[in-house]
């Protein structure tokens, strides 16, 4: 299989790249190694970890950053732009749909039993419609790119997607470390992302709030893994960060328990799943939850962020409809196409993919962050059986995709520079207006040949440029 | 401001004297038997150390027969004493971390630093290391931390609570350290007045660096009256009682003023009461009292005042 090479063509290096070549070329490799170890330490002691799930270890592992910047021409991310509002937009137009009248249902575009029996449908908000009928408010859309014109999404993320701390603080490091790379070449900011989160949720507040909005985000604590982010997102945005335990309800609205009695919360960013989010209404052993809090949020009294119900819209199955909430809901083709995915509740499919599972990546419709997935290529024939007889015990809990040709960005390895697989995750803010910062987060798997970005599977991250004019 | 996060600022405060304190006795210790004292040896002043952080059972059950290298590494790097180096640090360090956003990266990364380094420490050999670095490695890294608190931090409600946590932990301190004096010396009362006792009063000024100041505030020899009254009621004295509990009721007084008449005082008039009852104490009175039984009923009276801030500030009111 061939790779699209983002920096080379043959021997060529392609224009946005031009000055990096020279700033690689150029440095000598002890000062590559010195500037590595710095900015591991810079990591270190501003505290960006993270934990993996169930591996032990060292609780504060760094995620692996990788000095070589990855870079988008203005004219490329216009495109990406425009192509992932318009994905925004339909999504939060299909939510809105399926808590109401849901008239893609009856029109016979997508099938009742995907909506309906859905774990993420929350049937505790069908006929509530948020604010500015806004569910989503930010969205990470995971795209990779084949070729030079061509990118897929691979799914998207409405409920709480992570990460967006990396973004900001791979762009501090490298300005930190070399500024003359940012005095050559003409970036656009993204450090303006909090600012944009702030507004986009105080834009969002409920009805019965008349003043400035107070926000806040809500984490399930300092021992979940991505709290690192929700305290640096908290800060830049001068927001409270709040437990569960911090909330509670009483009259029409919710309060957070300070030194000076309680105050009224309207907007909660909320950093938790939905069934932790109120024991009253969703999982009752909740602990993390506030009870009551469905209550105040059904009549009013308070907006949640993303609003409970909202993971109907990214999962798996729901995924290969998003280009037809395209066409249905704004009348538009879609900019930015699906890759093909094969789900194995249908006949055709299931034959299809079960003779070329050895071939195909196949997925949980519920998994993320890399784990319970088949990359057919790259497994054993052991792997793969071991693997068929866990679809054939539940189909419909599979779908499948080709095994896509990442494109390939130059990477810091032992030996010097090599190419490696690597995807993005931009950061779509939906409130009074729709929002996106140029940049995002690129994941790369730093393993030769790997094709799992994911921090779990040992991937590492990389700044993501884009030029301006 | 989340009462959540005025509770960890205030154990943080806590927690990072705490550190140092634990740092201090060790080297109390050490002193004290570098001394060819009594015919028990050593192990009896290590055990009135223990005593005096209360943590003496603890060591028994898990160590059995006390050696230099065990108390060492009890109280330094033990992490099921929940008074060692290593706890109050990390704990400290765990509490700069739920509340982040409330700290400026100044103190994070003093407070940060302090922990990294100390995993790399407690990975050193053991002999490879000596307490008096140890000790020196607490002070110093502690008193960046406090450094950085101190010029960096807004001077709002967090401050207040940050502060008074270390002003009633060091409170605390200074009398249990006082009171190890009492441990130390209780089984041979016949030394009260000798060189040993006048060299134990030395131990504990060091202990708490203070034995230049104490020079330069009564100079001459050094007596128990005067080191008492040194470390009990001297308002210049960083430690003493009396200016650690000023500093406890200064904060409680910012706070007060800071919200205003609706809400709570216990704390801050409980804090006054102490204070006042202090300064009405001269030394002889307190040697008339025995400073043993004046040093226990200031322990109680600090955890009073403790409970009054949780009850004011620390549930939030729902």
């Known amino acids: 299989m061939s790779y699209y090479n983002e920096m080379f063509e043959g021997t060529r290096v392609r224009d946005p790249y031009a000055r990096l070549n020279e700033w690689v070329e150029t440095m000598p490799a002890d000062f590559r190694q010195m500037k590595q170890a710095e900015a591991e330490a810079l990591f270190r002691r501003i505290g960006i970890t993270f934990a993996v799930y169930g591996e032990g270890g060292d609780p504060d592992r760094l995620i692996p950053f990788d000095m070589m910047p990855r870079v988008f021409e203005q004219a490329e991310w216009r495109k990406l732009e425009r192509g992932i509002k318009q994905r925004a937009r339909a999504l939060n137009a299909f939510l809105r749909d399926v808590y109401g009248r849901a008239e893609i249902v009856r029109a016979g575009r997508i099938p009742a039993r995907l909506v309906y029996q859905n774990e993420a449908y929350e049937k505790a908000v069908v006929g509530v419609v948020p604010p500015r009928g806004v569910y989503s408010h930010i969205i990470g859309i995971d795209l990779v790119r084949t070729g030079k014109d061509e990118f897929y999404v691979l799914e998207d993320n409405c409920r709480t997607p992570s990460g967006v701390s990396y973004m900001l603080e791979n762009r501090e490091i490298m300005m930190r470390m070399f500024p003359q790379l940012f005095r050559n070449n003409r970036i656009e900011p993204v450090d303006q992302y909090p600012e944009l989160l702030r507004r986009t949720l105080e834009s969002v507040a409920p009805q019965k709030c008349t003043d400035r909005p107070t926000c806040v985000i809500l984490t399930p604590g300092h021992f979940n893994s991505a709290y690192y982010e929700h305290s640096f997102l908290a800060n830049l945005m001068g927001v409270e960060l709040v437990e569960g335990q911090d909330l509670f309800v009483d009259g029409e609205f919710v309060y957070m328990r300070t030194t000076q009695g309680p105050k009224r919360v309207d907007v909660i960013y909320r950093r938790i799943d939905d069934p932790y989010l109120d024991p009253l209404c969703f999982r009752p052993d909740s602990m993390l939850g506030i009870p009551g809090l469905m209550d105040i949020y059904r009549s009013g009294g308070v907006s949640i962020c993303s609003a409970p119900g909202a993971g109907v819209a990214d999962d798996k199955a729901i995924y290969t409809f998003v280009p037809e909430m395209v066409r249905f809901y704004l009348g538009e083709q879609p900019i930015l196409n699906n890759v093909q995915t094969w789900t194995l509740w249908k006949d055709d499919d299931y034959k299809h993919v079960m003779a070329n599972l050895g071939d195909l990546v196949v997925k949980e419709v519920h998994g993320s962050g890399g784990y319970g997935m088949l990359v057919g290529p790259k497994s054993t024939k052991d792997e793969i059986e071991a693997f068929r007889k866990k679809i054939e015990a539940d189909p419909s809990n599979y779908i499948a995709q080709p095994t896509l040709a990442l494109s390939t960005c130059p990477t810091f390895v032992e030996e010097g520079i090599a190419p490696r697989h690597v995807d993005l995750r931009p950061y779509c803010l939906c409130g009074d207006r729709i929002e996106l910062v140029p940049g995002g987060l690129t994941r790369v798997a730093l393993r030769e040949g790997s094709l799992v970005v994911n921090s779990s599977q040992g991937g590492g991250v990389k700044d993501t440029w884009v030029l301006s004019e | ?318």
């Open chain 2, 1 to 318: 401001m989340l009462s959540r996060t005025a509770t960890n600022l205030f154990w943080m405060g806590r927690h990072l004297e705490r550190a140092e304190t634990a740092a201090r006795l060790l080297d109390v210790g050490q002193r004290i038997t570098l001394l060819p004292n009594t015919e028990t040896g050593y192990q009896n002043e290590w055990n009135s150390l223990l005593q005096a952080s209360g943590t003496s059972d603890l060591f028994a059950e898990k160590y059995g027969e006390i050696t230099q290298e065990k108390i060492e590494e009890f109280i330094f790097f033990d992490r099921d004493n929940p008074s060692s180096v290593f706890s109050c640090i990390e704990k400290a360090r765990e509490s700069g971390r739920i509340v982040r956003t409330a700290l400026t990266s100044e103190v994070w990364d003093a407070l940060n630093v302090a922990y990294q380094e100390l995993r790399r420490i407690s990975k050193t050999p053991r002999d490879k290391l000596d307490t008096a670095s140890l000790t020196d490695f607490t002070t110093g890294h502690t008193a960046t931390v406090r450094g950085a608190i101190n010029s960096t931090q807004l001077r709002n409600d967090g401050w207040h609570f940050m502060h008074l946590g270390y002003g009633l932990e060091r409170a605390d301190a200074t009398a249990r350290l006082l009171d190890v004096k009492y441990f130390v010396l209780l089984p041979r009362i016949e030394f009260v007045g000798s060189g040993l006792d006048t060299y134990q009063w030395q131990v504990i000024l060091r202990a708490l660096s203070a034995h230049r100041a104490y020079h330069w505030a009564y100079g001459g020899d050094v007596s128990a009256g005067r080191v008492a009254d040194f470390l009990i009621l001297n308002g210049e004295s960083p430690r003493s009682l009396i200016t650690s509990l000023y500093e406890a009721v200064w904060h409680l007084e910012g706070l007060a003023k800071r919200y205003g008449e609706t809400a709570p005082t216990a704390a801050r008039d409980k804090s006054r009461e102490v204070l006042t009852a202090l300064q009405a104490r001269d030394i002889d009175m307190i040697f008339d009292e025995g400073l043993h039984e004046f040093l226990s009923w200031f322990i109680g009276e600090i955890g009073t005042i403790s409970v009054r801030v949780h009850e004011d500030y620390l549930l939030g009111g729902a």
